[in-house]
C-alpha cells in the first residue's frame, strides 16, 4: 500500500510518543473503527537488535498503531495542540512470527474489537510485503492531559 504523499498523516498527530520513542511514522487509513500505519526500520531505532526490530518493537509498534484508533477522539483537527497519555491495561495474545530486517518498511492493520469510554480492545496485525509478523490482541487507555 502507498498512497499519494498528500494522504499520509503524521502519526505523532495522534500520539504522545516522540523519537526516540515513537514506533510509527505514517497513517495511511484512519476510521473510527479501523487504522493502518506504516514503519521505516532504521538503523538507529533504540529496539533494533543485530539488524533486527526486536519483538519489543514489534508490540510496542503495534500499541502505537492501535491507539490511533482510540487518539483521534481527541482531536478536533490536525493541528489541535491537545495533549493525550494512553497505557496499555492488558495483552490478550501475541503471537511473532519474524523480525523484520533494517532499511525495511512494515504495515499495520488494527481494528476496534469494543470501546467503553476511554478504553478500548484492538485486534492488530504486521506485514512486511504479504508476511505476517505479529498478530495482537490489545487493550489500551487513554486520556486527555490538562
Known sequence: MEPKQENLIDISQFLPH?????????ILELNPE???????IKADNIFVRNGFFSESG???HSAQTSSS???????A?????TKVIGFITNIKKIE?????????KIISKASLISKYENI????CETFLDEKLLIRTEISLFIQKVN
Not at 484508533?69 to 482531536?75: C, S, V, W
Not at 511473532?96 to 525495511?104: C, D, H, N, T, Y
Not at 478500548?120 to 485486534?123: E, G, K, L, P, S
Open 18 to 26: 516522540r523519537t526516540p520513542m515513537l514506533m510509527a511514522d505514517y
Open 120 to 123: 478500548c480492545q484492538i485486534f
Open 96 to 104: 511473532i512470527f519474524e523480525l523484520p530486517a533494517v532499511g525495511k
Open 77 to 81: 483537527s490536525l493541528d489541535s495542540d
Open 34 to 40: 479501523k487504522v493502518v500505519t506504516s514503519f521505516e
Open 58 to 60: 514489534l508490540i510496542e
Open 69 to 75: 484508533i482510540l487518539g483521534q477522539n481527541f482531536f
